[in-house]
């Protein structure tokens, strides 16, 4: 995600806490029928996500007329999730997924995830394995990424298929998860940073400092991209890089004293 659609998806998640939800069509029709207890789980997912803070409808994803209430007019083209053409079949999803988070897209075809679908492998994971369907959450902090991982890759996982790592696989998904951990505090200092460039006054230091965060902003990025192409190595170069970039920005800010 480039440093533009990092800024407003950022801006959407605040109006989103806000309390200003972005409205569809979709979810306004489903909402007023008498729903089965799964679909209602889907609909409060997609509303608690940031997929609906960021204006991201069902049709979207699923295809469909968002013009129309009328039924058959408003799921024409919609196919199930199962049919081999829908872009919400396992096959198809990453795909999907990588019409907007192209950046991501491209650094999981360099994985062996990636190689596994390619091989129409069926324990082969797609995003949807990491970060859910309707609420596409990041992985939490604290052991987020081994626990997910280990659902394939752990003890009593189908080793046939995608090989039991032993003691030094499981350290390096310990590894990822640091990785993981390292990336939500520096994406919360990145938070802080931001806020303080628009703080200051003088317009030679904020020109400055914005040079600075697009620097930092570019370095998140590659830690992204690094994370979902699984390149560990990468990704903790990407986060050394952003984390000194965050440190010189912060004494340049408090050198200056121009809040």
């Not at 897209?105 to 994985?111: G, K, V």
């Not at 902003?217 to 830690?223: F, I, K, Q, Y």
């Not at 000194?244 to 920005?249: F, P």
Request: proline share 3%; net charge negative; glycine share 10%.
């Amino acid at each position: 995600m480039g440093p533009v659609r990092s800024v407003l998806l950022l801006l959407a998640m605040a109006a989103c806490a806000c309390g200003v939800w972005a409205q569809d069509p979709c979810v306004e029709c489903h909402a007023a029928q008498e729903l089965e207890e799964t679909e209602e789980f889907h609909l409060r997912q997609w509303r608690n996500s940031a997929h609906a803070a960021a204006g991201v409808s069902c049709a979207n994803c699923h295809g469909g007329n968002t013009s129309t209430f009328v039924k058959l007019r408003a799921h024409k083209g919609v196919l199930n999730s199962a049919h081999r053409d829908s872009p919400t079949n396992h096959w198809n999803l990453p795909q999907t997924c990588g019409r907007c988070h192209d950046a991501e897209y491209r650094a999981l075809q360099q994985s062996a995830h990636f190689a596994l679908l390619e091989r129409r492998v069926h324990a082969a994971p797609t995003c949807r394995t990491c970060h859910g369907s309707v609420a596409a959450q990041s992985l939490g902090v604290e052991g987020g990424l081994q626990a997910r991982c280990n659902r394939c890759h752990g003890p009593g996982a189908d080793h046939e298929v995608v090989g039991f790592p032993g003691e030094e696989g499981q350290e390096a998904l310990a590894r990822g998860g640091r990785n993981l951990a390292r990336l939500r505090s520096l994406g919360r200092q990145r938070s802080e940073v931001s806020r303080g460039v628009l703080r200051l006054r003088n317009p030679a230091q904020r020109h400055e400092a914005a040079d600075a965060l697009y620097a930092i902003n570019a370095h998140w990025d590659e830690a992204i991209e690094a994370g979902h192409a699984f390149h560990w190595g990468d990704w903790e170069s990407a986060l050394d890089a952003m984390e000194s970039a965050i440190g010189e920005l912060r004494s340049a800010m408090e050198a200056g004293g121009d809040h």
